[in-house]
């Protein structure tokens, strides 16, 4: 079992510090003018750091009103964890990206990147010396956690992590506010940000994809799970994608799916349109809904499907090349069976248009 | 029991394996040969299920059976419908919001940890309190009147203390709320127009739940981000995939 503080002790290769002003990071003299740390740590880091965070309206300002933070230092450090093939990696950070890839060597190798912002650069430099990441690891599993000791404090802190780790590595990745992007992983992977996108590639498992405000874009999924991926303000987008079931929900936001193959799909939006193109499984169901905005269905293959479609205001349009029977047609309502109808495919908008052809 | 009224105040207890057994049987035998209330006691089992999936903190287990007796107990009240099929819209209705009813209480037990009280003036729903006689709708709609309150209260705090520009992007997405009461305002319309269509209550419910949702999860956001917590972050953000 290892606990330990980020650049205290421990297996950390490689530390860093690099100092910028005005946001430009890695200058040769913004190290100098940090020697205590750097003698240290021994090197100025040669691999650039991730981008900061981008800043929102009123990013850097702080609520006192005073001047906003321009003096930035920047910190590296490298942890190599064996976790073993198909171990269990935890990821949380307050601020930061997590980025995760599937590599060919046997351990988790997690570059830190801590960026600190604040008025001076004693400010910033107290960010650093005050917000740390800590290892918990005990064999096949490890959290790595950035640690805010005072939310509270004159310097902003951003802790990105970019990972090399075993394709069969399961994934945690928790941040408040950044992004995820995870790629080529096949052990379970789950990503929740409060504020940021998440883009899952080339992954086996998902258990989740979480936003409160952020895209979500998932490509080439294989799972024989289930896929989740909600969002409150933001798109969701997924190429590729064979899953059990798929289940897909944001407020504003479009859903756009193509070549999803899956058992039972739930896809939920408020006022996004929703186009759903794939190829229906003989006993799957499909649900789609929106308020105000459109739907539409593209169906590839030859799965029969009942369907049902409602635009309480609006409009459903079905392709003569499904050749629907026994409809049951109106303006706003349609009820019909194409082949054996094995399937069944519900979609419901308030206002707008709900469109079904052939693919 | 040989009448609806009879068996219908049994059935909570009745669902939960509290009936004696001699009142059990009569219930049973009831249920057997009335449609309506086997509607009923479905619509009850499907309260139970939304009660254990509701998040991130479930209710204590006799929080639903109260709530449920009320809404059952207060559509009583109202004029006997006409003759209906099993499971009909109106007990639909009324199921689908004592389980909206249910993720909003759900959603004070989760409050309950922060710091700042309810806003005064705001009628918020405690365990065993009758659900006003004008519906279960309007407890419903009470309740999100008091969370948005709060919720925007405690955005505030957020805004001067904590994190400026998380609070930025917080109230972004409480600016979907604004599309959401559209939605209900609509879906109200199309259902006082046609008060038997499925795809109006569909969508009247689907934007409630959606509301609540929001509300419910950028409440406990705003609660974890204060205390630094990525994990409770996470728990929040779970709870929008969650259906009631």
């Known amino acids: 079992m290892r606990v330990r503080i980020s650049g205290v002790v421990g297996r950390t290769m490689m530390a860093a510090i690099a100092v910028s002003t005005g946001g430009i990071a890695g200058s040769a003299a913004g190290a100098a003018a940090l020697p205590t740390r750097a003698a240290e740590t021994g090197a100025v ?39 073993g093939p198909a171990g269990l990696l935890e990821l949380k950070t307050g601020t930061g990206h997590v980025s995760v890839v599937a590599g060919s060597g046997r351990d988790v190798r997690v570059e830190i990147t801590r960026r600190s912002r604040g008025r001076t650069d004693a400010d910033a430099q107290l960010g650093l010396d005050q917000v740390k990441t800590t290892l918990d690891h005990h064999g096949e599993r490890a959290v790595l956690a950035a640690v805010y000791p005072d939310r509270r ?17 399961r994934v945690i990745a928790n941040v408040l506010n950044g992004g995820v992007t995870i790629r080529q992983i096949k052990g379970d992977v789950t990503a929740t940000t409060s504020v940021g996108s998440i883009t899952l590639e080339r992954v086996g498992q998902i258990p989740a994809a979480r936003t409160f405000s952020g895209d979500i874009v998932l490509r080439d999924v294989e799972t024989t799970g289930t896929v989740l991926a909600t969002s409150v303000s933001g798109s969701v987008t997924a190429d590729r994608v064979n899953a059990r079931r798929f289940e897909v929900e944001t407020m504003s936001g479009a859903v756009t799916t193509r070549e999803v193959t899956c058992l039972n799909a739930q896809v939920r939006t408020l006022n996004g349109a929703i186009t759903y193109v794939g190829r229906l499984v003989s006993g799957g169901r499909y649900h789609l809904q929106t308020h105000e905005a459109s739907i539409a269905i593209g169906v590839a293959g030859s799965t029969g499907f009942e369907l049902q479609a409602d635009a309480i205001t609006g409009e459903v349009r079905t392709d003569p090349a499904l050749n629907l029977k026994g409809a049951s047609s109106t303006r706003e309502r349609v009820r019909g069976t194409v082949g054996d109808g094995t399937a069944r495919v519900t979609a419901l908008t308030f206002s707008g248009t709900v469109t079904i052809e052939k693919k | 029991m040989r009448t609806c009224e009879e068996a219908q105040p049994h059935l909570s207890a009745y669902l939960d394996g509290d009936l004696p057994e001699e009142a059990r049987a009569e219930v049973r035998a009831h249920l057997r040969q009335c449609a309506d209330c086997s509607g009923v006691l479905a619509d009850l089992e499907r309260i139970a299920v939304a009660a254990r999936e509701l998040s991130p903190i479930p209710p204590p287990g006799h929080i639903w059976l109260e709530v449920a007796g009320q809404v059952r107990l207060s559509s009583q009240s109202a004029p006997p419908a006409q003759k209906r099929p099993a499971r009909s819209p109106v007990w639909q209705w009324t199921a689908l919001a004592a389980a909206l009813v249910l993720v909003t209480m759900a959603w004070y037990f989760v409050q309950g940890s922060l710091e700042a009280p309810a806003p005064e003036g705001t009628a918020v729903m405690q365990a065993g309190q009758t659900v006003p006689a004008d519906g279960p709708l309007d407890a419903v709609n009470a309740n999100i009147d008091a969370a948005t309150a709060y919720t925007e209260r405690a955005l505030a705090e957020l805004e001067g203390a904590a994190d400026p520009e998380m609070a930025d992007a917080l109230r972004t997405n409480l600016q979907t709320i604004g599309a959401i009461d559209r939605a209900i305002e609509e879906s109200r319309a199309a259902m006082a127009a046609d008060p038997e269509s499925e795809p109006a209550r569909d969508s009247l419910f689907e934007a409630l739940r959606r509301k609540i949702s929001v509300l419910q999860a950028t409440a406990t956001l705003i609660n974890q981000m204060r205390q630094g917590d990525q994990e409770g972050a996470a728990r929040a953000a779970e709870g929008l995939g969650k259906k009631s």
């Open chain 1, 45 to 83: 880091s040669q691999t650039p750091p991730p981008p900061p965070v981008p800043q929102r309206r009123g990013g850097g300002r702080r609520s006192d009103g005073g001047p906003p933070f321009t003096r930035e230092l920047v910190a590296t450090a490298v942890e190599v964890i064996p976790l």
């Open chain 1, 153 to 169: 404090a004159p310097y902003r802190v951003e802790v990105s992590y970019n990972v090399t780790a075993p394709a069969n590595t």
